[in-house]
């Protein structure tokens, strides 16, 4: 979460696609900022839906419980926002995800159709976990959809 005195809009996207979960500029009202981190505390606790902490595809690992994930047994360095879509994709493998329903569940908003930070996020993660960027295996666009997280191929 940023908290700044910077309400610009150029600022507020800046932000969130180099990686913040929120951008709450200031002045803001105490509760309204405890509101916001008690949310975003909810959405790093929560566990999958379908109750699975730990998702395994051929050399990748991905340990929810621990926010961990691993490559041929070397761990991956990834932030919180690269964790959680990585998550949620994941999880969802074998099924488009649109960029409304990343939205929606990363960060509990509609998608405007302007915001590029899931496109920035999934560019970071893709080199991460062994994907070749020009010819990704692993996590897919597919155009005017969203992203595809194949599973074992």
């Keep these: 979460m940023m908290l700044t005195a910077r309400p610009d809009d150029l600022d507020q996207v800046l932000g969130l696609e180099m990686g913040a979960d929120d951008y709450v500029p200031k002045p ?13 505390l909810r959405r790093a606790d929560a566990p999958a839906p379908d109750g699975e902490m ?14 961990e994930a691993w490559l041929s047994g070397e761990r991956i360095d990834l932030t919180s926002a690269e964790f959680d879509l990585l998550w949620l994709l994941a999880r969802n493998a074998g099924r488009v995800l ?24 999934v560019s970071r993660i893709r080199p991460k976990i062994g994907d070749d960027p020009n010819q990704p295996h692993r996590i897919k666009t597919v155009r005017s959809k969203g992203y595809l997280f194949v599973k074992d191929s």
């Design 54 to 67: 730990r998702l395994k595809f051929e050399n990748l690992e991905i340990d929810n419980a621990t926010r």
């Design 28 to 40: 803001v009202q105490p509760r309204v900022l405890l509101a916001r981190m008690r949310a975003l």
């Design 98 to 121: 649109t960029r409304e329903e990343i939205f929606s569940d990363l960060r509990g908003i509609n998608y405007d159709g302007q915001a590029r930070s899931i496109d920035v996020r």
